[in-house]
């Protein structure tokens, strides 16, 4: 008997950011998510789901440093 195979759930979560001027979430699906410095902001993501923490010294540049590749199931849940 073969089970029927479960979608992954969908999360709330959250991430505040304390230490960089302006981070960017970048997600799978290719959305991304900016959180400024001394702000948080809640997400849905996918379980299962890597999601990068990009910090943006320089808004006018592309270049960004990657700070940590996350998974969705490791960030804060959102308080309800």
Known sequence: MNSPIQPPRKLRKQ???NTHPLIVLKFED???????????KVFDAWAGET?????V???TSSD??????RKADAF?????
């Not at 960004?64 to 590749?69: P, Y």
């Open 51 to 55: 999601v990068k923490i990009m910090a």
């Open 76 to 80: 804060e849940n959102a308080a309800e």
């Open 30 to 40: 290719g959305h991304e998510i900016k959180v400024y410095q001394n702000t948080g």
């Open 64 to 69: 960004w440093e990657l700070v940590e590749a």
């Open 15 to 17: 991430y505040v950011n």
């Open 57 to 59: 010294f320089d808004p």
